[in-house]
Nanobody
Framework: QVQLVESGGQLVQAGDSLKLSCVAS????????MGWFRQAPGQEREFVAA????????YYADSVKGRFTISRDNAKNTLYLQMNSLKPDDTALYSC??????????????????WGKGTLVTVSS
């Protein structure tokens, strides 16, 4: 059974940095592309970042490009999201997700087959 468990979310101030982790189990982690998504209160879930199976290709939402970095350690079955220069608008529940294929599809929002429960990031102004 695929399990994705996020951690690292907390209350921070605007301008701070934070690193999220997502530990995967129950499947061959390196066979799949992975992504981070977020959902702010009262809003729909949105794409944040994705990485190919090797970590060699990365993709970002325009809103986080240049501030967030997605990475993975296949030996540790762990996905990361380094978040710098955080803004109040980054406040959301951050979830990691597994893509069915080893590269994300062009849409970046389809082809996902497993989700974690999320970790809450709150950025105060």
């Amino acid at each position: 059974q695929v399990q994705l468990v996020e951690s690292g979310g907390q209350l921070v101030q605007a301008g701070d940095s934070l690193k999220l982790s997502c530990v995967a189990s129950g499947h061959t982690f390196s066979d799949h592309a992975m992504g981070w998504f977020r959902q702010a209160p009262g809003q729909e879930r949105e794409f944040v970042a994705a990485t190919s199976w090797s970590g060699g290709m990365t993709y970002y939402a325009d809103s986080v490009k240049g501030r967030f970095t997605i990475s993975r350690d296949n030996a540790k079955n762990t996905l990361y999201l380094q978040m710098n220069s955080l803004k109040p608008d980054d406040t959301a529940l951050y979830s990691c997700a597994r893509y069915f294929y080893n590269d994300p599809p062009p849409s970046l929002i389809y082809g996902l087959d497993s989700w974690g429960k999320g970790t809450l990031v709150t950025v105060s102004s």
